[in-house]
Nanobody, 127 residues
Framework: QVHLVESGGGLVQAGTSLRLSCAAS????????MGWFRQAPGKEREFVAA????????RYADSVKGRFTISRDNAKNTVYLQMNSLKPEDTAVYYC????????????????????WGQGTQVTVSS
C-alpha cells in the first residue's frame, strides 16, 4: 500500500532540463519497484522508465534513452526522473507508478505490472 505524489513539472524550452520527483507515503517504499509513464493529449499512456527496488537496475523507453535518468532515494521515499535535452514531443502528463510489491527486479513497460499511480504532473516543452 503506497500513495504517490508527483512534482516538478512545468513549462520549459527545448534543450533544457527538468527533474521530476515522486514522493511516496508509507514505510515500505523500498519494497516497491517503481516506474514513470507519460500521456500526451489524445494519446495512450506510454512507458518512460523503470527502476528496481534497490535502484540497481533500470529500464528506459527508446524515445528517452540517453536523455532521461530514473533514480531513487529510499531513505527519502522518493523516485526521480531527470530529463535532459527536452524535446517538444516530451510534452505530456508524467505519472509515477509503483509495482504490486515483492518483485526484486526492474519492471517492464506494461501498465498492469504497476498497482499504484500518482496524480500526474504536467511537462510542457516549447520549441
Amino acid at each position: 500500500q503506497v500513495h504517490l505524489v508527483e512534482s516538478g513539472g512545468g513549462l520549459v524550452q527545448a534543450g533544457t532540463s527538468l527533474r521530476l520527483s515522486c514522493a511516496a507515503s508509507g514505510r515500505d517504499f523500498s519494497n516497491y519497484a517503481m516506474g514513470w509513464f507519460r500521456q500526451a493529449p489524445g494519446k495512450e499512456r506510454e512507458f518512460v522508465a523503470a527502476i528496481s527496488r534497490s535502484g540497481g537496475s533500470t529500464r528506459y523507453a527508446d524515445s528517452v534513452k540517453g536523455r532521461f535518468t530514473i533514480s531513487r532515494d529510499n531513505a527519502k521515499n522518493t523516485v526521480y526522473l531527470q530529463m535532459n535535452s527536452l524535446k517538444p514531443e516530451d510534452t505530456a502528463v508524467y505519472y509515477c507508478a509503483a509495482g504490486w510489491g515483492a518483485y526484486t527486479g526492474v519492471l517492464g513497460p506494461t501498465e498492469k505490472e504497476y498497482g499504484y499511480w500518482g496524480q500526474g504532473t504536467q511537462v510542457t516543452v516549447s520549441s
